[in-house]
């Protein structure tokens, strides 16, 4: 799935990737929340991967620039992405998003009644994404197996592989 000319980007836990130009967006997620957005008038296209929910900071981020923790949550990473948007002139209804991600593979199904680290990742782009007024157009959430998903920046695309328990051992490691 190579296509000369276009840049291949792995997303590290905890990062965003935003981008005017073609570039292919892979991450690999567990309990992580993958969100997307994508502008199809300018092309341009934003993917986070969150770590946790909410940032426990004493001040909350509010989308500054000099705020280097802030993208490892999904709420500050959501908003900074839609920031990045508004501040182009992309109105909300514009912006296609997708979210991916938060599984509890290691749990064995016995946690049905526990917020584990997943869920509450779903539950909150979720509930950002709703105050924001965003909609959301396609969701792959939860479960118990993890995914790859390779993001195009350019047409929004999104490809999505659920991962074998064979595979998982790959997604303990999470790179810096």
Known sequence: MTNPGLSQIYLKPG???????????????????????????????????GLLPTCKGIKPCECEVFCREGI?????????????F???????????????????????????????VGR???????QVIEEEKLHINVSDVG??????ILFFTHTGEVLLKRLRKSDNEMLEVHPE
């Not at 993958?34 to 934003?46: H, I, L, N």
């Not at 997708?98 to 526990?114: R, V």
């Not at 479960?143 to 790859?148: A, V």
């Open 15 to 49: 990062n965003i990737y935003i981008s005017e130009t073609p570039a292919l967006i892979s991450t690999l997620l567990g309990s992580c929340v993958a969100v997307t957005m994508f502008s199809a008038r300018y092309k341009a296209g934003a993917i986070c991967h």
């Open 72 to 84: 490892r949550y999904v709420d500050c990473s959501i908003s900074r992405m839609l920031a990045w």
């Open 86 to 116: 508004m501040h182009r002139g992309i109105s909300r209804g514009e912006i296609d998003v997708k979210i991916f991600g938060g599984s509890d593979m290691f749990s064995g199904g016995e946690t049905m009644s526990k917020m584990t």
């Open 120 to 126: 509450q990742n779903i539950v909150k782009a979720f």
């Open 143 to 148: 479960g118990t197996k993890g995914r790859k």
